[in-house]
């Protein structure tokens, strides 16, 4: 007999509901689908569902008092009420000062629900059932969140960067810390590990002597889930009902373009409305390092230029996007600017940026390495895409159009400067002639 029962098919939990319906015992049940008992009463217990469904004839009451109770018209006044008594309407039991729950004794052993019970149709007490469908989707659904990754939220992981990073910069192992403050950091010292392969401090592994001569197993995870809890309230249905209550809000679409892999990775920023797009080069594929552009854009900007650029942000489902209170000036439901999420898979969504790309693919093919490269080629290769004229644009540049829209001082903050259309290239020449 196969005592596990980790994951269950859809198959076993058709069984488990129709040998229910026979009354069957656990055993019984665990020997049809060739599992333990206790595996069968686990899975029963974690998926049940219950039901205020009311009896025949008569609405859910589970009073206890109700086969006794004369009281009526109790909840005149507070709704449209139409039973002749208070033990034939489901509201009265919320109000009444004299209600007292009866729970069916039945369901506090097994098999812990209502399947063959010969009571069933007349009890107007709460249900309880094993719904194999409904089994399946919680049960898929804890998997799906088992392996999100990180589950802390901003404030905890900055609560512990502020208590762990600094020791480390000062030479402390993880373990003297972890053990020193086991207290207050409430997590594993594996944990404090996982945070920081996956960048979340501003401690990294070159501070980590020991770790940096270990070598890494082949079978060690180099890609680290993002923490999906950023894009509660944040999705693509979102961003949509937001522009269409705003609809004249100016749009800026996000993305990141890989190199070499492991190596340097640009962070692209393209304004919709004028098709201008920033191009920033970054050491690593990180969250901290998105952060760290915008922090600078803010403060070479000014809070009131930012707000007016930046407010409505949309991006994929890319790590480094994982910390949108950065770019949103602390987030929270007073925050003049909003990170949107498309969804995942879904390049379309934002394609204008997408399409845009195909600008620095020219120059710089897929698989080229970045490592080499600086901020000032960055500068060069934006310079010459927004210098580029565009059909799209009525023979504009984005140059021309943003500067119409927001400025030449706005320009000149961004970094931007024009390129003459005779002297505009985009061919690898273009960085290997600055190089030279």
């Known amino acids: ?20 319906k026979e009354g069957c015992s656990f055993r019984a049940i665990a020997e049809a689908i060739g599992k333990h008992p206790s595996s069968v009463s686990e899975e029963i217990r974690r998926h049940l569902v219950k039901k205020q469904s009311g ?40 109000i009444c000062p004299g209600y007292v729950k009866q729970e069916c004794v039945l369901l506090l052993s097994p098999p812990y629900v209502c399947g063959a019970c010969p009571k069933r149709m007349q009890c107007t007490l709460e249900k309880a059932d094993y719904e194999p469908l409904s089994a399946e989707k919680k049960a898929a659904a804890v998997l799906s969140e088992s392996r999100r990754g990180i589950t802390a939220s901003d404030e905890e992981l900055k609560r512990l960067n502020d ?26 010292e594996k944990t404090i590990y996982n945070y ?9 592994n070159l501070e980590l002597p020991r770790k940096v001569r270990r070598r ?46 492991g190596g340097k990775v640009m962070l692209t920023v393209h304004f919709l409305d004028a098709q201008l797009m920033l191009i920033f080069l970054r050491d690593a594929n990180t969250a901290k390092s998105v952060s ?44 003049p600017c909003h990170v949107f999420y498309c969804d995942p898979a879904s390049p379309n969504q934002k394609g204008s940026i997408e399409n845009n790309h195909e600008q620095i693919r020219k120059v710089l093919p897929k698989g080229t390495s970045f490592d080499d490269l600086d901020q000032a080629d960055m500068q060069l290769l934006s310079n010459n895409i927004n210098s580029l004229l565009r059909r799209k ?19 000149r903050l961004l970094g931007v400067s024009p390129v003459s259309p005779e002297d505009v290239l985009l061919t690898p020449a273009l960085l290997r002639n600055r190089q030279r």
């Open 393 to 411: 644009l009525n023979g504009r540049s984005s140059y021309e159009v943003f500067s119409f829209l927001h400025g030449e001082d706005t320009l």
């Open 216 to 261: 890494l197993s082949r079978l060690s995870k180099q890609n680290f889930k993002a923490d999906t809890k950023c894009r509660e309230e944040r999705g693509y249905s979102d961003f949509i009902a937001f522009i269409t209550a705003h609809p004249d809000t100016p749009i800026v679409e996000i993305d990141s373009v890989d190199g070499r892999v």
């Open 292 to 335: 760290d552009i915008f922090n600078a854009l803010y403060h070479n900007l000014g809070r009131e230029l930012y707000v007016g650029l930046f407010p409505v942000i949309l991006t994929d489902n890319g790590s480094e996007f994982t910390d949108p209170a950065a770019l949103e000036l602390g987030g929270g439901e007073d925050s």
């Open 55 to 94: 009896g025949a004839g008569h609405p859910f009451n589970d009073c206890n008092n109700r086969f006794n109770c004369n009281v009526s018209m109790l909840c005149r006044g507070n709704r449209p009420c139409f039973k002749k008594h208070c033990r034939d309407c489901t509201y009265c039991r919320s």
């Open 1 to 20: 007999m196969n005592k596990g029962f980790k994951h269950p098919t859809l198959n076993d939990r058709n069984e488990i509901a129709a040998k229910l």
């Open 163 to 188: 208590i762990i990073s600094p020791r480390i910069k000062k030479g402390q192992s993880v373990y003297h810390i972890w053990s020193s403050e086991k207290d207050s950091l409430m997590c594993s």
């Open 196 to 204: 920081i392969d996956q960048k979340r401090f501003d401690a990294i």
